[in-house]
């Protein structure tokens, strides 16, 4: 079932975070560490009421943050988007438990944020993912998500690939 999350599931939250940080990391990708994401970060989403989790039997297997608020990167000239932001939605800090990934969490999360989205009269959903993250990327692609170009954060080494989906 997924769900609005609460401040009552941030510990939860925090701990699938930090293990598949430390799967990413043991994987090559520095694309999470430490400092991204923290519980801070999970804190504002609930917040803003923009923070949503996947729950099974009672513990959180997954979340995602779905909202319209895009990094000022995604304006790069690299990026061939085909729809104005002023019509897209987004989504950030997806994470799956890694006892629970290849289940279909991250795409039933995904397509919940679609739903949300394409039932709000948006017409696409724009995400970036780390270009050494090839598992988001094969997913995107799974899911009919376009490569819309490259992007460049100023705190990471490697390059980001802006992915679109009309709804």
Same mark, same amino acid.
């Given at each position: 079932?997924?769900?609005?999350?609460?401040?009552? @599931?941030?510990?939860?939250i925090e &701990?699938?975070?930090?293990?598949?940080?430390?799967?990413?990391?043991?994987?090559?990708s @520095?694309?999470?560490?430490?400092?991204?994401?923290?519980?801070?970060? +999970?804190?504002?989403?609930? =917040?803003?009421?923009?923070?949503? #989790? /996947?729950?099974?039997?009672?513990?959180?297997?997954?979340?995602i943050?779905i @909202?319209?608020? *895009?990094? %000022? &990167?995604?304006?790069?000239?690299t990026l061939?988007?085909?729809?104005? !932001?002023?019509?897209?939605g987004t989504?950030?800090?997806? #994470?799956v438990? %890694?006892?629970a !990934?290849?289940?279909?969490?991250?795409?039933?999360?995904?397509?919940?944020?679609?739903?949300? +989205? =394409?039932?709000?009269?948006?017409?696409?959903? !724009? #995400?970036?993912? /780390?270009?050494?993250?090839?598992k988001?990327q094969?997913? *995107?692609?799974?899911l009919?998500y #376009?490569n819309?170009?490259?992007?460049?954060?100023?705190?990471?080494?490697?390059?980001?690939?802006?992915?679109e989906?009309?709804l």
């Open positions: 079932m997924i769900r609005e999350a609460t401040f009552d @599931d941030l510990a939860q &701990e699938i975070a930090i293990r598949a940080t430390k799967i990413m990391n043991s994987e090559g @520095d694309q999470w560490d430490k400092s991204y994401p923290t519980i801070t970060h +999970f804190h504002s989403d609930i =917040k803003a009421g923009s923070l949503f #989790v /996947y729950e099974n039997e009672g513990h959180i297997i997954g979340a943050a @909202d319209r608020s *895009f990094a %000022p &990167e995604y304006k790069s000239s061939r988007w085909e729809t104005k !932001q002023e019509s897209s989504f950030h800090r997806l #994470v438990d %890694p006892l !990934q290849k289940g279909g969490i991250a795409k039933a999360l995904i397509l919940f944020a679609e739903q949300l +989205f =394409k039932s709000a009269g948006l017409l696409s959903l !724009q #995400v970036d993912t /780390y270009s050494l993250n090839k988001a094969r997913l *995107f692609e799974k009919g #376009v819309v170009g490259t992007l460049q954060f100023e705190n990471k080494k490697m390059s980001f690939y802006g992915f989906k009309k």
